[in-house]
C-alpha cells in the first residue's frame, strides 16, 4: 500500500513546490521592495534642457521638480538619481540595473511594445529651431534642401525621416544631410556655427532655447508630424506594475491639483494640455 501511495507523495510534494513558487513570484514587487529597502535607483540623462539639466552639478529642471513632488509620497525613502547618456537609458533599465527612468521618453509603439510608460508629463510635438533671420524656412515644408541637426537615437528622428518621405519628398526634394549628435546641445552649437542649417525639436525644448538666446535662434511653427508626448517608463512586467502605476497616479495627482500647469508656467513660460487618466496610443 504503502508504494502504491509514494507516486501520490511525489506528485502532491511537486505541485506543493510549484505552487509556493508561483505565490513568491506573485508577491514580488518592485514598490514595496523599494519601501523596505528606503531607496529608489532612478535613471535620467541630464542633458535635455528644461527637462533635465545639471546645474552646479545637481540635476535640475520640469522633469526633477516633479520627480521630487511625487516621491514625497514616498516618506522616508531616498532618491539615487543617476546621470546617465540617453543611447543605452533604456537597456540598463532591462537589465534592471536602476528601478526606472524618469528621462523625457517620446511615447511611441515601438517603445510602448517593450517599456510600461507612466501617463504624460508634457507635450512633445515638433517644431524647428532656425538662426534668426534664416528666411529660407519659414514653415515644416521648406525643409527640403536643408542640413539637419538631431540627437543620435532620438524619436524624433523617426518623425523627421517620416516628413521627409510623405511631405518633402513627393513635393520635389528631400532634406540635404542629416547630421546626429550625443545630446541636443551639440546640435544646437551646430546650429549656431552654421554646420547644419536647422535643428527640429520638440517645442517645450525650444522655447527656454530661444529665450536665452533671443539674438541667435528662432522657433519656426505650426508644429509637424502627429502629435506626440513625453513619458516616463518602467519595466513591462508584473512586479514594476505597482512602481509605474505609482508614477500615473502621481502625475495625475499634479495635474488636478494644479502644480503640473504651474511647473509648466515656470520652465516653458507656457501650458499645456494633457491626457488626463490614460495613456494616448501613438500612430507610430
Known sequence: MQNLLLPLKKTLLTVSILC?????????????????????????EARYAPF?????????????????????????????????????????????RYDFVATSLTITKKRMDKYAFAYPISTAAIAILKRKGDDRIMKPEDMGGMRLGTQAGSSQL?????????????????????????????????????????????????APIVKERPDMFEIVQPVFGPETYYGWVGRKNADSASLVQF??????????????????????????????????????
Open 52 to 96: 533635465e539639466m545639471l546645474e552646479n552639478g545637481k540635476i535640475v529642471g520640469y522633469g526633477k521638480d516633479i520627480l521630487d513632488e511625487i516621491l514625497k509620497d514616498l516618506p522616508g525613502v531616498k532618491l539615487t538619481q543617476l546621470d546617465l547618456p540617453f543611447q543605452g537609458i533604456l537597456a540598463g533599465l532591462s537589465s534592471k
Open 247 to 284: 508614477f500615473s497616479d502621481g502625475i495625475e495627482k499634479l495635474q488636478k491639483n494644479g502644480k503640473l500647469t504651474v511647473l509648466q508656467q515656470k520652465w516653458f513660460g507656457f501650458t499645456m494640455d494633457l491626457p488626463i487618466g490614460t495613456l494616448p496610443i501613438p500612430m507610430h
Open 158 to 206: 523617426t518623425v523627421i525621416e517620416n516628413y521627409e518621405k510623405n511631405v518633402l519628398i513627393p513635393q520635389g526634394e528631400g532634406y540635404k544631410s542629416i547630421k546626429h549628435f550625443t545630446d541636443y546641445n551639440e546640435a544646437y552649437a551646430a546650429l549656431a556655427s552654421r554646420r547644419v542649417d536647422i535643428v527640429p525639436q520638440a517645442l517645450p525644448n525650444l
Open 20 to 44: 509556493s513558487a508561483f505565490t513568491q513570484v506573485a508577491q514580488a514587487d518592485l514598490l514595496d521592495d523599494i519601501k523596505k529597502k528606503g531607496e529608489i535607483v532612478i535613471a535620467t
